[in-house]
């Protein structure tokens, strides 16, 4: 007779569960392999995590990956060589992005290691390290689990990743996953706010004077304002200072995006001229959990200078390039607020010019910012809806379809330029990888964030080549109850990189894909299967999709193979010498 895994002693991989768990994590994406299968037995068995399994184990990445950034913690399953190394493209994601998930790969057993043994998924030479050699590459930690060091070894590994809000690495034996495991105490979760008293005090003091001499203050805000848990500090100094402030691509929505004061996208180059000005003029800048990358910046055309203002990183502030080590992002954010509100009535720091501008319209995606986009407002009006689609129009009016409780997903391509621009209702989330960037990410990623959070509606933006790399994902989010809006924009192959070069190459062409039959083939129940090809077409089916809430929707948008979205043409006006996206 058998034991099932919930009637014997905890074993080592149940204390992992136990562990995961208490750091909130409901779902544990992965595939079977026969190595990992009766670990397995012991995930079905365990009371508060639930088994996701996915079709391909970098889709189990992407979507823990998406899982985490709801969730604050995320973790995979795979099995040894062959799935796990599927998976490592989305942890060196995980990593790029700063998100904090673990990455469990189940082996052979300590005797076949022993033995050294030619079992599958090895490269035949008996080296049973090579696969977590290569994801030390791309993970903040790692161990190989053996029965005497494993529970310190996973407490070790859990704690890193929370303090750095980075992936970490677990390769286990199956027996030891399935050896006895001693019961521990709880693990002590790292406070993000815990602070170096003596720099804090110290760059208390350098803040105040920098912003006693301010000529016009504004803060800019990126992601790490969300990996370091600092959205409420920052909406609190937004709040106390009332400054003009705009957010890089990857912080889209850290901030809330229907209140007066936001700016709007800040790209370099690429930006709206009002938020460019305002952001490269302010005197300071405080920026917060800010990441100057390429797509951050339209490809370095920023012209504030990074060594001046008050930068606050995740474990570091800074103050007109003078460093304090030791003061994380919240504790930094609660410093100026604090100094901010402490001013005397009448001495506020002066903010940037546009915020003494009237305040920003209560719902502005709906009203045109610029000339060009008051021309594209008239000419819906006038000229009626049998007008063909273009970037422009589609992306104004995916914006103004979007809700609240929506959570935007943007895949590279011309889909994430094209949103990234627009104002988001308040409350409305977004997710992107505009940093590892790596094509078909979204997909998988809708999956983990909508189990971890399932109130909200997920809305997917993504080209017809980003789809084609994790397009069978779209079956496993039918198994669950995911109800997403996917807008799959057929502009017949790889648009964006068609204006980087080789317009008419075909290496930037792909298979020409039935996608209004996809969502059948992939087993979707119901699916609501919509095209557009005109204005009026994309507003019917953008409307039909916001009310049909519980059906998988699918809206396949036709764009011409040359058109690009606002962004990409400001940044051809404003540096026709930048204009090129290879770096
Ligand atoms: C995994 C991966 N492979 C290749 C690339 C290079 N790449 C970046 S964007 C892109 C094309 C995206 O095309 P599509 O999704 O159709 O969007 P479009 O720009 O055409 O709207 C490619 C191939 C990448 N970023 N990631």
């Not at 895994?5 to 992992?16: C, Q, R, T, Y």
């Not at 912080?251 to 180059?269: H, I, N, Q």
């Not at 930006?271 to 000005?277: E, K, L, T, Y």
Request: glycine letters at 8%; one cysteine or more.
């Amino acid at each position: 007779m058998t034991t099932s895994p919930s009637e014997a002693a905890p074993a080592v991989i149940d204390h992992l569960l136990d562990r995961l768990s208490a750091l909130g994590v409901r779902h544990l994406f992965g595939m079977p392999g026969d190595y990992n299968l009766k670990v397995l037995d012991h995930v079905l068995a365990h009371p508060r995590v639930q088994w996701v399994g996915t079709v391909n184990e970098l889709g189990s990445a992407y979507a823990a990956d998406g899982y985490a950034r709801v969730n604050g913690f995320g973790a995979l399953l795979t099995t040894f060589g062959v799935g796990e190394l599927n998976a490592i493209n989305g942890v060196a994601g995980a990593y790029a992005e700063r998100v904090p998930l673990l990455h469990i790969a189940i082996g052979p057993t300590r005797a076949t290691e022993r033995a050294g043994s030619l079992v599958h998924h090895t490269l035949g030479d008996g080296d049973f390290e090579r696969f977590a050699r290569a994801h030390r590459q791309v993970v903040c930690a790692d161990a190989v689990l053996r029965p005497d060091n494993a529970l310190a070894e996973i407490d070790r590994v859990l704690t890193t990743c929370l303090r750095e809000s980075l992936p970490g690495y677990l390769r286990v034996p199956r027996d030891v996953a399935l050896g006895p495991a001693a019961p521990r105490p709880a693990l002590d979760v790292p406070d993000p706010k815990a602070a170096d008293p003596e720099q804090l005090a110290a760059f208390r003091d350098a803040a105040r004077d920098r912003l006693a001499t301010a000529r016009a203050v504004a803060v800019l805000a990126d992601f790490l304002v969300d990996r370091c848990h600092a959205r409420a500090e920052l909406a609190a100094l937004l709040a106390a200072g009332r400054f003009p402030h705009a957010v890089l691509i990857a912080g889209k929505t850290v901030v809330d995006e229907s209140r007066p004061g936001f700016l709007g996208l800040y790209a370099g180059a690429m930006s709206d001229d009002r938020v460019r000005s305002t952001i490269d003029r302010a005197d300071p800048l405080i920026r917060a959990g800010v990441l100057l990358t390429d797509m951050a910046t339209g490809k370095f055309t920023h012209e504030f200078d990074p060594d001046k203002g008050i930068d606050l990183g995740p474990t570091t502030a800074r103050v007109d390039g003078v460093a304090f080590p030791g003061v994380p992002l919240a504790a930094a954010l609660d410093v100026l607020t604090e100094l901010v509100r402490g001013r005397p009535p009448g001495e506020a720091p002066v903010t940037a010019p546009a915020d003494r501008r009237a305040p920003a319209p209560a719902r502005p995606a709906e009203f045109p910012t610029t000339l060009k986009d008051a021309v594209v407002a008239l000419g819906r009006k006038v000229c009626g809806p049998g007008i063909p689609l273009t970037q422009s129009y589609l992306w104004q009016a995916v914006g103004e379809s979007l809700r609240p409780h929506h959570t935007v997903y943007a895949d590279n391509g011309t889909a994430l330029m094209g949103i990234a621009d627009r104002r988001f209702p308040g409350g409305a989330r977004f997710v992107a990888q505009p940093l590892w960037a790596s094509i078909g990410y979204c997909i998988p990623a809708l999956l983990g964030a909508q189990l971890a959070d399932p109130s909200r509606r997920g809305v997917l933006l993504i080209g017809d080549g980003s789809a084609q790399l994790t397009a069978p994902e779209l079956g496993t989010v039918d198994r669950h109850p995911v109800k997403p809006i996917v807008v799959l924009v057929n502009n017949d192959g790889y648009t964006i990189e068609r204006i980087t070069h080789g317009l008419r190459a075909p290496y930037n062409e792909v298979a020409r894909w039935r996608w209004a039959a996809l969502p059948a083939a992939l087993g979707v129940r119901n699916p609501l299967v919509l095209s557009a090809r005109t204005r009026g077409q994309l507003d019917r089916a953008l409307a039909r999709a916001t009310s049909a809430t519980d059906r998988f929707v699918l809206i396949e948008v036709f764009v011409g193979k040359d058109d690009v979205p606002p962004p990409l043409k400001r940044m051809t006006a404003n540096r026709p010498d930048r204009a090129k996206w290879v770096p």
